[in-house]
């Protein structure tokens, strides 16, 4: 038995110590090959400093803000005046809080959007503000940036191509669309604004804090001053929406009463002209008919005055709940102009060349190694001389 184990133990040491043979070989090989190495890493390093250099630069604005809560507006009073009339509004619901979960889906608006995207921006290498979408979609406004031109007239040539031949198409396309549009009512993107509509959802993010109820806004623009000012635009848009969202039956409630109040004035006005002119001509009363048709014009009269005072009541209640349900953001990080740059990250994208040389380097000389080893018994001819492959 000791013989045995003694043996499992000799086995266990030898492939350990072939493992040691093994990467201590692979070392000493790639320490053979260093100038190659280091050769094909200069190579991607200095890619990379050419990318870290030439890359757009990008600033990011952001805010956090609390939109205000509203509580239900109870409609019994209102409901029950308009039982008056002959009218029920039991069906008729206050405006509830909107949730904070609906924020991020405000960005997703079309008209939101199309307002956001014709807003004017005022960018630093620019003498005037400009909307964003001719910033996005006329290259004039732009800032040069090499390595995108590179990238946009080598790889991206197929799609900069595609791109001119559809938007010359599109014009055609889109004044046949205008005219279907108008008669059905509906909404659509032309192609720049579709481009626009890209860039925006790809710049701008909203996301909630559930746990402390606030709500963070960031956009990323390519100046600090530009950023921040759409950050501004963003936040005054979005709360323009969400109070007219918030009010929307509020306000319906308030028309419905105002339209009442108008005709239970009109109809007391009325009333009240048809009273004092029977008095006027029946200053003395001596018939009992006389006396009752005082007392109907007076009934009248009375009913028609606790519908209008009613009316008054609830229209300035409806009124003052309207304000009370417009909401009010509570900024609790406001708006600043960024003072640093987001992207590039340099030192990133220069660590990130530095190992993909070190690495596709070190595969080259390894893998021909292996090609090589594998490659003993394959003809002559189609083996390739190491010093055709790299330099030692």
């Not at 909307?131 to 007239?153: A, G, H, R």
């Not at 790889?155 to 791109?163: A, E, N, Q, S």
């Not at 669309?177 to 626009?196: A, G, Q, R, S």
Request: aromatic letters at 10%.
């Amino acid at each position: 038995m000791k013989e045995l184990e003694k043996k499992d133990t000799d086995i266990q040491n030898l492939e350990n110590k072939e493992d040691e043979i093994n990467i201590l070989g692979i070392l000493s090989r790639l320490w053979d090959k260093r100038k190659f190495i280091i050769k094909i890493t200069s190579y991607f390093l200095a890619v990379g400093l050419f990318i870290a250099i030439f890359s757009a630069k990008e600033y990011k604005a952001e805010c956090v803000f609390v939109p205000q809560s509203s509580s239900d507006m109870q409609s019994s009073s209102l409901s029950s005046l308009a039982s008056l009339a002959g009218i029920n509004l039991g069906s008729m619901s206050s405006t509830q809080s909107l949730s904070p979960l609906l924020y991020p889906n405000i960005l997703q608006n079309i008209d939101f959007q199309k307002e956001l995207m014709y807003s004017k921006i005022k960018f630093e290498h620019l003498d005037s503000a400009i909307t964003i979408i001719d910033y996005y979609n006329e290259p004039k406004y732009q800032k040069f940036n090499l390595l995108s031109s590179l990238v946009k007239y080598s790889f991206g040539l197929p799609f900069t191509i595609k791109r001119a031949i559809s938007k010359f198409k599109n014009i055609k396309e889109t004044a046949e669309i205008d005219t279907n549009v108008e008669c059905e009512n509906l909404k659509f993107f032309t192609d720049d604004e579709y481009e626009t509509q890209k860039y925006l959802l790809n710049n701008i993010s909203c996301s909630i804090n559930v746990k402390e109820g606030d709500i963070n806004l960031s956009v990323i623009m390519p100046d600090a001053k530009s950023a921040a000012q759409l950050t501004q635009t963003v936040y005054n848009l979005m709360q323009q929406y969400v109070t007219e969202f918030k009010i929307k039956k509020s306000k319906e409630q308030l028309k419905f009463v105002n339209s009442r109040y108008n005709e239970a004035k009109k109809e007391f006005e009325i009333v009240q002209l048809a009273l004092a002119e029977y008095k006027d001509a029946n200053r003395i009363l001596t018939s009992s008919t006389s006396k009752i048709k005082l007392q109907k014009l007076q009934s009248e009269y009375d009913i028609a005055y606790v519908v209008y005072k009613e009316l008054i009541t609830q229209k300035l209640q409806i009124e003052l709940q309207v304000k009370e349900d417009t909401p009010v953001f509570s900024s609790v990080v406001p708006i600043r102009i960024p003072n640093r740059r987001i992207r590039p990250n340099r030192l990133l994208i220069l660590i990130i060349w530095l190992l993909l040389g070190g690495i596709i380097s070190s595969s080259l000389v390894l893998s021909y190694d292996w090609l090589k080893f594998k490659g003993n018994n394959w003809p002559k001819k189609w083996v390739v001389p190491e010093e055709n492959y790299f330099k030692k």
